[in-house]
Structure formats: C-alpha cells, structure tokens
C-alpha cells in the first residue's frame, strides 16, 4: 500500500500554508503579543514564516536554553498555536492547546 500523500492532499496543504502569506510581522500571528515577540527573536525567529514547519517543542525548549529557566507552560501553548496558524490552521485561542500539550508531555 502506497503511503505517500496524494497531490490533492499536498495541494491543499500547501494552498492552507499560502493563506497566512501575507502576515509579515510577528505580532499579526494570533496570541503573539510583545513579550512572545521578544522570545521568538530570542530564538531565531523574525518573521512569521520561518514557523513554518517548526517543532514547537523544540523552540519552546531552545527557549528554555536561551533564559536558563523552564518557562511556563502556557508559552509552549502559543508556540504550538503560532505554528499551526502559520502552516495554515485556523486561528485559535492559545488555551485550547493545552490539552494537546499534556498529552503530548504525558502530563
């Protein structure tokens, strides 16, 4: 059995992807305010594109690196929320991430 995606299926993710293409700055990201703004440069992220195809995970956690302290969780929630946004997800508020990450961390 063939598991590779069809190209309807590659051609509405990338046309989902491209509906976000317009968003140049950082704060235009749904939940993405001043202070989420900071982290993301903090890590290497300037522009909202650059999360596409991003762990969330792994930033949170480069975050983590970056200020030598765990951030709180909600952080990780943004991050998750940012990316799904930027790969073309609807937007939706930060907290209804949560659930996601605990089951993702086990926790």
């Avoid at 598991?3 to 299926?9: G, H, I, K, N, V």
């Avoid at 995970?57 to 975050?63: C, E, I, N, T």
């Avoid at 969780?73 to 991430?97: H, N, Q, T």
Wanted: charged share 25%.
């Amino acid at each position: 059995m063939d598991s590779a995606p069809s190209l309807s299926s590659i051609d509405r993710t990338t046309s989902k992807t491209m509906q976000h293409n317009h968003i140049r700055h950082l704060q235009e990201i749904p939940n993405i305010g001043p202070a989420i703004e900071r982290s993301l440069i903090a890590i290497g992220i300037m522009e909202p594109c650059q999360l596409v195809g991003k762990d969330p995970y792994k930033l949170y956690r480069s975050l983590c690196d970056i200020t030598g302290s765990k951030q709180d969780p909600c952080v990780l929630d943004i991050f998750i929320s940012a990316v799904k946004y930027m790969e073309g997800g609807p937007a939706r508020r930060w907290w209804e991430f949560t659930a996601e990450r605990k089951k993702h961390l086990g926790s």
